[in-house]
């Protein structure tokens, strides 16, 4: 009888190879309400908590959690602690038979929220993307607003309407009036877009009236991961001025269902693009340890056919200077904070994060196999991949976000 393969014989060069490790929330059927952490490796999810007790972990206590809530709020050291425990089981092959029985393939199983969003920011920090919605917009006046070299602006979004990989978005309502209209309307939105971006997951909490450094990014930050801006671009064109996005943003943003760790990441920092204004010492980062940036390739598949490869190197400002931005007037950080890139936009047509860009605003409409697309149609499924350069000529694989387009109701 042949040997059976175990889920931990990974192909080489399996992008959720023990190099990667992110973190999620699962249940498995008929169990629902039984969540537990989950760690991905390869096809299958390995149930973190479980393989704890069963090696006689002392992670244990944050493992065998519902959400991964106690092992954001633990720190950098556990953090640390936790990867190096969990690599060296999915690693060592004398732990295979107490693992193999806690690993799961991961289409058997439900992933849920992995954690409780407590504030949800959104940024704007790509110098491309700013500059197509400006000349889209704004085609008399200057691309980038007089401020944007200057911080990275941002808005505060709603978590509670932040929602796991897989979940459907209905397709909002709203009031739109375009300039040349005499009156709004109301009415399911014509002009339903994505935001591909990644974003950042808070771990441990900072003092109210204590600003966070630039240097101290990965003393608060957990991991990141995918995330979809939902944009309803009519309702959002009508409602912006003078205090910005709101309803055109707030019906729905998807997260993956994996928390990628920092420390995954190590070998995809990038320094990001040159800045060609000073900045304030609070956001200058020319002299860190670490290149700020990412070097994060994105795909943006509209029904599984590819429309856009934005990629994630390119953004000018960078998520340490975006935290020490949201935190300089004194703003605390609480456990499960979430604060979005902005939508990732290259310097190219075939880099762009959003249909807005991708059409210039229904313009150039895209030919899809079902046919032409300017905004999205509902039924249409939108999904964002990625990888980026892990250790050793490795690929570090980035837990997808989809999502399926629903009818107004
Ligand atoms: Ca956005």
Redesign the pocket.
Known sequence: MPEQSSPLDLAEGDPFGPHNLPYGVFSTPGHPEDRRVGVRVGAHVLDAGAAAHALGSPYARLLAQPSLMPLLAAGRTAWRDVRRALTAWVTVPSHRPDLEPLLYPLDSVTLHLPYEVADYV???ASEHHATNVGRIFRPDGAALTPNWKHLPIGYHGRAGTVVVSGTDVVRPSGQRKAPADPAPVFGPSVKLDI?A?VGFVVGVPSEQGVPVALGDFREHVFGLSLLN?W?ARDIQAWEYVPLG?FLG?SFATSVSAWVTPLEALDAARTAPPVRDAELLPYLEDADDEEPGGFDIRISVEINGQTVSEPPFASMYWTAAQQLAQMTVNGASLRTGDLY?S??VSGAEPGQRGSLLELTWNGRDPLDLAEGKRTFLEDGDTVTLTAWAPGPHGTRVGLGEVTGRITASP
């Open positions: 959104d940024f704007y935001e971006e801006d944009s996005p943003k979005g902005g939508t």
